[in-house]
């Protein structure tokens, strides 16, 4: 059965102070018993913080709060890569997960699906679970060329892999033009592309692989429409933003499962 995910990209938001304060009151209120336990929780802070983050993951009485993942990683190993990060370096920190392809990474960093499968096979050899996004342009959107957008990231991107690497990875829908636009994918919608999603790996993989993918919706989710939009079928979780950035709204957005 696949895996109910809330995951908080951070993006770069939080200096030191506010970071500790928001973790220390986010483990305060997981620790109380605010989450329920079908749900995997997983807080990708700014690189500088993950350590912090880390430490802040696990109760007093060592019990796990949340997963700790980066928000990139270099699609090279080590060497003479100036203020790039390694899978291996997050992988001796005990980083779990990492994020890929976010629409920001492809827009400012010019980041192609070739680069975005370079990344996914460093995080798979060193045990990191990728969480690959992927999703259209308003222009793609209104021109109806959404699906053969997502097809295309998700085959260039993921579609090289051998089946036994691909179930290690997390798919992340995030339409480009809901993201930080305070513009919301309805629940109609965002259920269309995750089944259209899963269809494209059922394809690949077979029924058992896409039945047991996590998919997971981005894009302006909080906590007044993560319960709405988390009941579709094919929704299994988010990957939020902003409101991953306030303690009370992300635990809300975690107990929206039904």
Same mark, same amino acid.
């Given at each position: 059965?696949?895996?109910?995910?809330?995951?908080?990209?951070? &993006?770069?938001?939080?200096?030191?102070?506010?970071?500790?304060?928001?973790?220390? @009151? =986010?483990? $305060?209120?997981? !620790?109380? +018993?605010?989450?329920?336990?079908?749900?995997?929780?997983?807080?990708?802070?700014?690189?500088?913080?993950?350590?912090?983050?880390?430490?802040?993951?696990?109760?007093?009485?060592?019990?796990?709060?949340?997963?700790?993942?980066?928000?990139?990683?270099?699609?090279?190993?080590?060497?003479?890569?100036?203020?790039?990060?390694?899978?291996?370096?997050?992988?001796?920190?005990?980083?779990?997960?990492?994020?890929?392809?976010?629409?920001?990474?492809?827009?400012?960093?010019?980041?192609?699906?070739?680069?975005?499968?370079?990344?996914?096979? &460093?995080?798979?050899?060193?045990?990191?679970?990728?969480?690959?996004?992927?999703? @259209? =342009?308003? $222009?793609?959107? !209104?021109? +109806?060329?959404?699906?053969?957008?997502?097809?295309?990231?998700?085959?260039?991107?993921?579609?090289?892999?051998?089946?036994?690497?691909?179930?290690?990875?997390?798919?992340?829908?995030?339409?480009?033009?809901?993201?930080?636009?305070?513009?919301?994918?309805?629940?109609?919608?965002?259920?269309?592309?995750?089944?259209?999603?899963?269809?494209?790996?059922?394809?690949?993989?077979?029924?058992?692989?896409?039945?047991?993918?996590?998919?997971?919706?981005?894009?302006?989710?909080?906590?007044?429409?993560?319960?709405?939009?988390?009941?579709?079928?094919?929704?299994?979780?988010?990957?939020?933003?902003?409101?991953?950035?306030?303690?009370?709204?992300?635990?809300?957005?975690?107990?929206?499962?039904?």
């Amino acid at each position: 059965m696949r895996k109910k995910i809330v995951a908080g990209n951070w &993006k770069m938001n939080k200096n030191f102070q506010d970071a500790e304060e928001l973790l220390d @009151e =986010l483990s $305060e209120q997981i !620790e109380k +018993g605010q989450k329920s336990s079908k749900v995997e929780v997983i807080v990708c802070p700014p690189s500088l913080y993950t350590e912090m983050a880390l430490d802040l993951s696990h109760s007093e009485d060592e019990e796990r709060l949340f997963g700790v993942g980066a928000q990139d990683v270099s699609a090279n190993g080590q060497g003479a890569y100036t203020g790039e990060i390694s899978a291996d370096m997050l992988s001796s920190m005990g980083v779990e997960y990492c994020i890929v392809g976010h629409s920001e990474r492809r827009k400012y960093f010019k980041e192609t699906d070739e680069q975005v499968a370079a990344k996914v096979d &460093k995080l798979l050899a060193e045990g990191i679970t990728p969480i690959v996004c992927v999703g @259209e =342009l308003l $222009e793609d959107r !209104e021109a +109806g060329r959404h699906f053969d957008v997502i097809r295309t990231q998700v085959e260039k991107g993921l579609f090289g892999l051998k089946q036994l690497d691909f179930v290690k990875v997390i798919i992340a829908y995030e339409p480009v033009w809901a993201i930080g636009t305070g513009k919301t994918a309805t629940p109609d919608q965002a259920q269309e592309v995750h089944a259209f999603i899963r269809g494209l790996v059922e394809e690949k993989y077979g029924k058992e692989v896409a039945r047991n993918l996590s998919i997971l919706y981005g894009g302006s989710c909080n906590a007044k429409n993560a319960a709405e939009l988390f009941a579709q079928n094919d929704v299994d979780g988010g990957l939020i933003g902003g409101a991953a950035l306030k303690a009370e709204d992300f635990v809300t957005i975690i107990n929206s499962f039904k």
